[in-house]
């Protein structure tokens, strides 16, 4: 049965899709048989896989909205290993054509429920609301990773989507757990950038991962070229700082033992592009 990690944070801007796309690539990567899956309208981490939208038949939308099973939906990517549920705009009205259903917060799982014994990991890229389709995500969801920005605003907004996820603990989906919290657009160079890890660390303790996700310039070309970090550069520091949170994710879940030193890079290196 698939390992199910939501990406979720409702602030913009964090890394929440570029952690979906490059955490996944990693798992792929790494031989486990993954699949992606674009919650937000935005379909970036569609387009950030190489897919036109305007080629994309079947997303989902499909799955959710007209019951269309998410085997005719998935769509194989260029990396090895990782497969791909489309989103596009059409997801936009799903929450207001799901809002009658009777178990409106569990039509993604559902959905997903059917490719489990398919795969090893299947991460779900969140948009940046806490609405339904979030709801949907955290409800299929065995845990969450929270990508939080080294900026000035890092803890504003986490306190909402920790009360929503401790929400969906008790009422809704009473396994879920929170993976971790993931720093993201790290700067070495600068002390706020080390000001806010410590602050957050200080604050969540064990939550923090210790991978910390650098600023990186092939981070953001990767995109344009529709492809994951790890497949445009793979020496890069963003490509490389995301398999380590896919190897860090392993051990958290007993899948692999890797000792320290055995990371190719530590916490808070800055390593040049």
Do not use: W
Request: proline share 4%.
């Amino acid at each position: 049965m698939a390992k199910v990690i939501a990406i979720a944070n409702q602030k913009g801007g964090v890394g929440k899709t570029t952690t979906a796309i490059n955490m996944a690539a990693s798992l792929a990567v790494l031989e486990y048989k993954t699949l992606l899956v674009d919650a937000d309208p935005q379909a970036n981490s569609t387009t950030g896989n190489g897919f036109d939208l305007k080629n994309i038949q079947l997303s989902l939308y499909d799955c959710m909205v007209n019951d269309t099973p998410a085997s005719q939906v998935i769509l194989q990517t260029e990396t090895p290993n990782l497969y791909l549920i489309p989103s596009h705009l059409d997801l936009v009205g799903a929450e207001i054509e799901l809002i009658h259903h009777p178990n409106r917060e569990h039509v993604m799982r559902t959905v997903l429920e059917e490719q489990s014994k398919n795969f090893d990991f299947i991460i779900i890229d969140c948009s940046p609301s806490l609405g339904l389709i979030t709801v949907n995500a955290l409800t299929a969801a065995n845990s969450v990773v929270i990508p939080v920005q080294c900026e000035y605003f890092a803890l504003e907004g986490l306190g909402k989507l920790l009360n929503t996820i401790k929400i969906v603990q008790t009422r809704i989906n009473t396994d879920l757990q929170i993976e971790g919290i993931l720093m993201t657009m790290y700067d070495g160079r600068l002390r706020l950038s080390n000001q806010v890890v410590e602050e957050i660390k200080n604050h969540f303790g064990e939550l923090v991962f210790n991978t910390i996700v650098h600023r990186n310039t092939r981070l953001g070309e990767a995109p344009s070229f529709g492809t994951p970090a790890l497949m445009y550069d793979a020496e890069s520091t963003g490509a490389v700082n995301y398999l380590n949170l896919a190897k860090e994710i392993l051990q958290k879940n007993n899948m692999t033992k890797i000792k320290n030193e055995d990371k190719i890079f530590e916490p808070g290196d800055h390593v040049a592009d």
